[in-house]
């Protein structure tokens, strides 16, 4: 068997089967090294010259992902938002952007930041209203279309290969932020997309101590290098030591993944028909309107879910505060569960409801988690 036909499930957990040549190691080594040394003639003895630009460590983390996305290439960044706005600062002055009315708290400060310097005009739709999404998009003038799926944190699930249509007919790119499905659940150039983001904080590193994030390309074009040259001069690259802990991480991503999709599955259909529980929110129930589209879009339906407690502000921050296996602290896709009232987190302005709480599965006992949902929701 070649390396190209091994499974993701394989070639992650090997590291691309690395085994370091020099000791015999089945870690992959971590190279620290800021600068590479030439050979007699001055040429650089292999591709690296400085690790602004990329070293064996970063690129090692980058192909892995690359690979398990089906992309062409990869490139990570410092921070999920430094990835972003590389891809951003790729768009020509006063382009126009269509994105989802509720996302990622952090891309919508980015976009007001950006919009507020006119860099680009912004519309936003309800991503899953096909025909909403088209009225918005101008030929010619929208550049590209930035999609979240499922969108955190109500979860709803975009049709990528139908909003991919829309975009290409139009002349535009579409980005999709993939970081709550991880590749484990959903590939996005499966369906039309042009460029993957995660932030690689999440599900691809799993653990909770890497901040980062990664842009995958469906092809080598003008844009991606345009990209690549953002991330040179600003120096947002990810640091060698931090891709090595990556590089860990993502050797167990199918199991963290799968464990986490599977206790989420289980917690959603215990709490739908909850006295205490308004609302669950999570694509593996079938009364999920989205439900139909994650089926054919997804496999599993991953780790995160929402629920909104029957009344406002107070009783959900007093469900918050009873619990005691899940941690109150705000990020995803690590091996601990979290839960966090958004509102709080997000603020007045924020059109997500008083009464919903994000939550994060990770690979705990399910029966545990259950239960203290159960008593938090009791004794609140």
Partial sequence: MSKDERSPETFVAHALHSVDEATGSIVPPLHTATTFARDEDYQLRHKHLYSRYGNPTIDQAEEIIARLELGHDA????????GIAALFETLGPGAHVVAPEVMYWGTRDLMTHMLKKQRITATYVDPTDLDALKAAIVPGKTELVWMETP??????????????????AAGAVLAVDSTAASPVVTRPFEHGADIVFHSITKYLNGHSDVLGGVL????????WAEARTVRNVTGAVLAPF??????????????????AAETALAIARHLEHHPRVEKVLYPGLQSHPGHEIARRQMDGFGGMMSICVKGG?????????????????????GVESLAEHRKVIEGDDSPIPDNL??????????????ADLEQALANA
């Fill in 75 to 82: 490139m990570l960044f410092a921070s999920g938002l430094a």
């Fill in 151 to 168: 969108v955190n944190p109500v979860w709803d699930v975009v049709d990528i290969q139908a909003v991919a249509d829309i975009a290409h």
């Fill in 216 to 223: 995958v390309t469906r092809e080598d074009n003008a844009r």
């Fill in 242 to 259: 931090e891709s090595w802990l990556l590089i860990r991480g993502m050797r167990t991503l199918f199991v963290r993944v799968n464990k």
């Fill in 313 to 333: 502000m107070a009783e959900t921050g007093r469900v918050i505060r009873a619990l005691k296996v899940f941690l109150p602290a705000t990020s995803l896709g």
């Fill in 357 to 370: 709480i994000r939550i994060s599965v990770g690979i705990e006992s399910r029966d545990d988690l259950i």
